[in-house]
């Protein structure tokens, strides 16, 4: 079980074999427990854990329209904009009840990384399903000292959550547990086997349920008559957009439903935990170092001046093109807090890599953390300096060694939404608080196993003077 070999790459150049965009490369697969996915089928739906090149193909290709849309873009920063009013609502609350004779909110401190998980969690439910969720809603009654009856859409939302946070416990258990003789027949390794079997059934019911009904909803109603540009709206009438069709004036396939479900599903593994860390360690790294503060304030003051409200000013446009020190933080703390730290591929056929011979499906592994960290492609590694992505003053490019995102064929699709979300909370934050930790001397608690995930980030908020 523990017998096949490993090869660990710490060295950019031999990297690029591997995430290289040749369709023809025997890198394409990735190195996930094979067993576990096939029994229930994940190996050929969606594009994450999908080793079947042709079913990928067809699934990327939808990925890459739906995840570029700028339509669908624009949702997400809108969707952002929506639930940072409804959050701040929560820490208005909460901050009355605790100071019941103030009327002026001064300061208040919160557990970032708690509060940004429900936001994430709901932004991610509303723009891959189109359903409003209440996490933060769940979770700001669960701090409450005077509870309120929880409603039976909280309730719902709870438990539907839930249900994505076991499926993703279900994912690890199958990396660790490949076996399936283990899995199905040893006590007590069995329990939890059927235990993520029955969520997961419970799980595809309730995608159905929803898909048929959005299917109904839709139905009749032209491409461009459509009002809402999430993800499903956008894979359910895929047949019918002329993008897709290229050349071939042939309509592209509808999506099956299993075909959705699995998509669906794997945007909930990848992009919850990797924003949500990326976005508490940029909050981190920023409060931890008062000039880098001090200069991503005055960007965002000067491209949305704090004399008009929000909602107004912060456009796609801005966002996306104006605020280079803002990139250049984000790039800078993804190499510090890299997620996931290394990219593992099962090499199809026998290939060669840094003149070493390797053989039929031997597992390569990009170390990428070993590669973001190394002082031979990185001044001062360990420092945090966001100036350095402004410079191009690098013998090796910033491509071969910021490797973030992965690369080639399957470089991760989600990477402008993830640019937009993050981007935007940024700007929403900063723009309206003076934000400092509740203690300098502390780590933002991390831990690693699949993942550098922020665990506790105490922070103290100080509303600035903004329309
Ligand atoms: C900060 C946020 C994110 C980071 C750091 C990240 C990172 C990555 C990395 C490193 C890969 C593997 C690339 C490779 O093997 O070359 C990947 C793949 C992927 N990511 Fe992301 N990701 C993020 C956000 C998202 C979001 C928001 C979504 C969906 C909306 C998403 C969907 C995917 C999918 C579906 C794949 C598999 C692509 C394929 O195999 O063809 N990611 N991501």
């Not at 609502?89 to 990384?113: A, H, P, Q, R, T």
């Not at 299917?215 to 047949?239: C, F, H, M």
């Not at 920023?286 to 880098?292: A, G």
Request: glycine fraction near 4%; hydrophobic fraction near 40%.
């Amino acid at each position: 079980m523990f017998s096949e070999r490993n090869i660990w790459l710490c060295n950019p150049s031999l990297v690029e074999k591997l995430f290289t965009n040749s369709t023809k490369t025997n890198f394409f697969c990735r190195a996930l427990s094979t067993n576990g996915f096939k029994e229930l089928g994940m190996h050929k739906v969606g594009i994450g854990f999908n080793r079947d090149f042709e079913s990928w193909k067809y699934n990327r290709r939808i990925l890459n329209y739906t995840l570029t849309n700028i339509k669908v873009l624009k949702g997400y920063m809108n969707a952002v904009k929506n639930l940072f009013v409804e959050i701040e609502g929560y820490w208005k609350d909460l901050n009355f009840e605790n100071n019941e004779e103030s009327k002026e909110i001064d300061e208040f401190v919160i557990d970032f990384s708690q509060w940004m998980r429900r936001f994430i969690t709901d932004l991610a439910l509303n723009m891959n399903l189109g359903d409003h969720a209440f996490s933060m809603a769940g979770y700001y009654n669960f701090l409450c000292k005077n509870k309120k009856q929880r409603t039976s859409e909280i309730i719902e939302s709870e438990k539907f959550i839930k249900s994505f946070v076991t499926w993703v416990k279900h994912i690890i258990f199958m990396t660790f547990c490949p076996s399936n003789f283990i899995r199905h027949y040893i006590p007590p390794i069995s329990f939890f086997q059927l235990r993520f079997q029955s969520n997961y059934n419970w799980l595809t019911n309730e995608f159905s349920r929803i898909i048929q009904k959005r299917k109904q909803e839709i139905e009749n109603v032209p491409l461009d008559k459509l009002d809402r540009y999430d993800v499903l709206n956008t894979l359910l009438t895929v047949n019918k957009v002329q993008e897709l069709k290229g050349n071939n004036e042939m309509a592209i396939r509808s999506m099956n439903e299993s075909e959705i479900f699995g998509v669906l599903l794997e945007f909930f593994v990848a992009g919850v935990e990797t924003i949500l860390s990326l976005t508490c360690f940029i909050v981190y790294y920023v409060c931890k170092h008062p000039s880098v503060k001090q200069k991503l304030i005055q960007e965002i003051d000067s491209v949305f001046p704090t004399t008009l409200p929000s909602s107004d000013i912060i456009t796609y446009e801005k966002l996306m093109n104006n605020l280079p020190y803002c990139d250049a933080i984000v790039k800078e703390t993804s190499r510090l807090k890299t997620n996931p730290p290394i990219n593992p591929r099962e090499l199809y056929e026998q290939d060669e890599i840094g003149g070493y011979t390797i053989p039929k499906g031997a597992t390569v592994i990009a170390s990428v953390d070993a590669i973001h960290l190394h002082k031979d492609y990185w001044e001062k590694p360990t420092e945090f300096i966001p100036e350095r992505f402004l410079s191009n003053d690098y013998p090796l490019s910033m491509s071969q060694k910021l490797l973030t995102f992965g690369g080639g064929l399957r470089g991760c699709v989600g990477k402008q939404v993830a640019m937009v979300e993050v981007k935007t909370i940024l700007v929403l934050l900063f723009r309206k608080y003076d934000i400092e930790l509740v203690n300098e001397n502390m780590d933002a608690k991390d831990k690693t196993y699949l993942l550098n995930s922020c665990s506790q980030l105490m922070i103290r908020l100080k509303p600035r003077t903004v329309a």
